[in-house]
């Protein structure tokens, strides 16, 4: 997504490339200022605050927000014997990150103790494991996921085509109203108004999966088509247009537009990957409360 991840311009699978003379590095690894208030809330209490907080961006890698040691509570941090090598930036020591007694989280955060010097922003920087920590918030808003990458942009846009849905001989779905999504890093999607599809042939599937820039994702089979269909219930309000709407999966489903077939284009499949990937569904539903 966005700037690193899945077809992104410092992605190992980006979709474009850079004019210039000479090939560039296979791995370029890039950083900038949030510009963001960011905190980090573990065990009931504030364990770091910052308005200084600098976002990595590595190629396949959701983007990590390293915060200044200055601005991470007193005696929270606790190194371990516990080290790792990053291919690019060296020796990497990890932290404890420990509340109070019965709120200690084993190899919760991260510091680059060995930086090249085309490396040095990072220097005396410490990174939380995402899923270790309670929240993370910008100002008093969460963010579920992931750190939220600037560059990750989505645009809904109205059409007039004729998309077509069908599953062997019967036709699911016949809109000429239907909505394209356009996310960073991925093929358009379309999505039809439930008014026009035949929703006796869509059963729900006991699934969920969560998008840190839409919401909760839920599924549904069509006839022996498992997970042919799928739709946001209660999307993000960024991203409202597509409430009670239904995307179709081109290969699982016959789909057309304007009686052109639709096929998987390169960066519609989600890969699976990155430090802050596979987050519990349920973590989302009841998030805890961030206070002031």
Not at 138 to 145: A, F, L, Q, S, Y
Not at 246 to 253: A, K, N, R
Request: charged share 25%; glycine share 8%; proline share 8%.
């Amino acid at each position: 997504m966005g700037l690193s991840w899945q077809q992104g311009p410092l992605s190992t699978g980006a979709i474009g490339r850079f004019l210039v003379p000479e090939p560039l590095p296979k791995r370029l690894l890039y950083v900038e200022r949030l510009r963001r208030r960011m905190r980090v809330r573990f065990g009931g209490i504030w364990i770091a605050d910052s308005e200084n907080v600098l976002l990595f961006f590595e190629p396949g890698r959701y983007p990590v927000a390293y915060f200044p040691e200055t601005d991470i509570s007193p005696r929270v941090l606790e190194r371990t014997e516990h080290t790792t090598q990053h291919a690019d930036l060296g020796l990497t020591s990890w932290y404890s990150v420990r509340a109070d007694e019965q709120h200690v989280a084993p190899r919760g955060a991260w510091q680059h103790t060995s930086l090249p010097p085309h490396a040095s922003e990072l220097q005396a920087r410490v990174a939380f494991a995402w899923r270790a920590m309670d929240a993370f918030y910008e100002e008093d808003e969460r963010i579920v996921g992931h750190a939220a990458d600037p560059y990750h942009r989505i645009d809904i846009r109205r059409a007039s085509r004729n998309l077509v849905v069908r599953h062997g001989d019967r036709i699911i779905a016949d809109t000429k109203r239907p909505l394209v999504l356009y996310e960073s890093g991925f093929a358009p999607r379309w999505y039809v108004p439930r008014a026009d599809i035949d929703e006796s042939a869509l059963t729900p599937v006991k699934l969920q999966t969560f998008c840190p820039y839409k919401g909760l994702c839920s599924y549904y089979s069509i006839d022996e088509a498992r997970l042919a269909a799928w739709g946001y219930p209660d999307p993000y309000p960024e991203v409202r247009g597509i409430f009670n709407l239904v995307s179709f999966e081109p290969d699982i489903v016959s789909v057309h537009l304007d009686g052109t077939q639709l096929h998987l284009e390169p960066g519609q499949t989600v890969v699976a990957h990155g430090p802050d990937r596979n987050i519990d569904v349920s973590e989302v539903v009841h998030e805890p409360g961030g206070g002031g």
